[in-house]
Nanobody, 121 residues
Framework: QVQLVESGGGLVQAGGSLRLSCAAS????????MAWFRQAPGKEREFVAT???????IYADSVKGRFTISRDNAKGTVYLQMNSLKPEDTAVYYC???????????????WGQGTLVTVSS
C-alpha cells in the first residue's frame, strides 16, 4: 500500500513558476514509477510526466521544455518543477505511483488527492 500526499499548488501569474511535491509513504517507493497527471475543469485527466526508479523521464508534448519531473528516493518524494506557466496549465494535478514506466495509468496504481494549480492571464 502506498499513500501519496501532494503539496505546492496555488495561484500564479502566467509566465511564473511553481514546484509541486508528492510525498509517498511505504518502504518500496524506489521501486515505483512516479508520475504526474492533471485534470482541467470539464476535461479528462491527462498525462503530464513520469519518472522511473533510475531517473528516466517521459513528458507530454504540451509541457516539454517547461516542466521537469524529479525524485528523491531517500526522501520518498517526487517533484514537478513548472516554469513558464500558461493559463491552459490550470488544473488539479495528481501524483501517481505505478509498477509500469508509462504515460498510461493502470488499474492498481496509487493516486494522491490532487493539488490545484491556477494560472492567471
Amino acid at each position: 500500500q502506498v499513500q501519496l500526499v501532494e503539496s505546492g499548488g496555488g495561484l500564479v501569474q502566467a509566465g511564473g513558476s511553481l514546484r509541486l511535491s508528492c510525498a509517498a509513504s511505504g518502504r518500496t517507493f524506489s521501486t515505483y514509477a512516479m508520475a504526474w497527471f492533471r485534470q482541467a475543469p470539464g476535461k479528462e485527466r491527462e498525462f503530464v510526466a513520469t519518472i522511473n526508479w533510475s531517473g528516466s523521464t517521459i513528458y507530454a508534448d504540451s509541457v516539454k521544455g517547461r516542466f521537469t519531473i524529479s525524485r528523491d528516493n531517500a526522501k520518498g518524494t517526487v517533484y514537478l518543477q513548472m516554469n513558464s506557466l500558461k493559463p491552459e496549465d490550470t488544473a488539479v494535478y495528481y501524483c501517481n505511483a505505478g509498477r509500469y514506466f508509462s504515460s498510461t495509468p493502470r488499474a492498481g496504481d496509487y493516486w494522491g488527492q490532487g493539488t490545484l494549480v491556477t494560472v492567471s492571464s
